[in-house]
């Protein structure tokens, strides 16, 4: 059993398994383990300074993946798809590309909203996209992580056209308005990042200037 806390970027797996094997049963109720598995997630964060407990909460977008086990039926991803959108902010100057030298800065920032560090009493406090744990990004970068797809030449294959840059700045802020339960952090939705942070990242991404598309 693989139980997934959307949102956290925390996976708990095995757990059912697990209890499984211990007890050689294999008739425990479904319920009894997604309740093990959640308590043994709650009891892994312990409150004290700089843990941000109320993360482990989630939203309707996450409870609905959690049930289809991350593949809702298409009524229910299109629902999901559709509020998430309407809840996409945009840059008050509503320039949607910004500068893409501070975009590469967000792009390989690792620090991004960690437990023990994210004190939500400091909205100052700067924080990156954490992207390269996840997607390749120039080509000279040997230190990334592939859960998600190669960024290299995002922007060389796809061009800067209007549709390109609103799909770009808006699947960074918010990956459900376009894939109801994608694993992908809600950059923007969860203030992780700001409007212009995305927006500088999106330029990061498509500019012919950029090293992403040399």
Not at 22 to 28: L, M
Not at 83 to 110: C, Q, R, T
Not at 136 to 141: D, L, N, P, T
Request: one cysteine or more; aromatic letters at 8%; hydrophobic letters at 35%.
């Amino acid at each position: 059993m693989k139980r997934v806390l959307v949102g956290t970027g925390v996976i708990l797996s095995s757990v059912g398994l697990m209890v499984g094997c211990a007890t050689g049963s294999t008739t425990t109720a479904q319920t009894d383990l997604d309740a093990l598995a959640e308590r043994t997630l709650r009891e892994s964060f312990l409150p004290g300074p700089g843990q941000y407990l109320s993360r482990l909460q989630q939203d309707e977008a996450q409870k609905l993946c959690t049930q289809y086990r991350g593949q809702p039926p298409k009524p229910v991803a299109e629902s999901i798809e559709a509020k998430e959108k309407s809840h996409i902010a945009y840059p008050a100057d509503g320039k949607l590309m910004g500068d893409w030298k501070e975009g590469a800065k967000v792009f390989n920032n690792g620090f991004a909203y960690r437990i023990g560090h994210f004190i939500p009493s400091n909205p100052k406090a700067v924080r990156g996209g954490n992207c390269y744990a996840c997607h390749q990004g120039e080509a000279k970068e040997v230190a990334y992580g592939n859960l998600g797809p190669s960024l290299l030449h995002y922007g060389k294959v796809r061009g800067t056209g209007d549709a390109v840059v609103r799909y770009t700045y808006e699947k960074i802020y918010n990956a459900k308005a376009y894939n109801a339960c994608s694993q992908m952090p809600r950059l923007g939705h969860h203030g992780i990042l700001s409007p212009k942070q995305i927006a500088d990242l999106t330029a990061y991404l498509l500019s012919p200037e950029s090293p992403i598309n040399q």
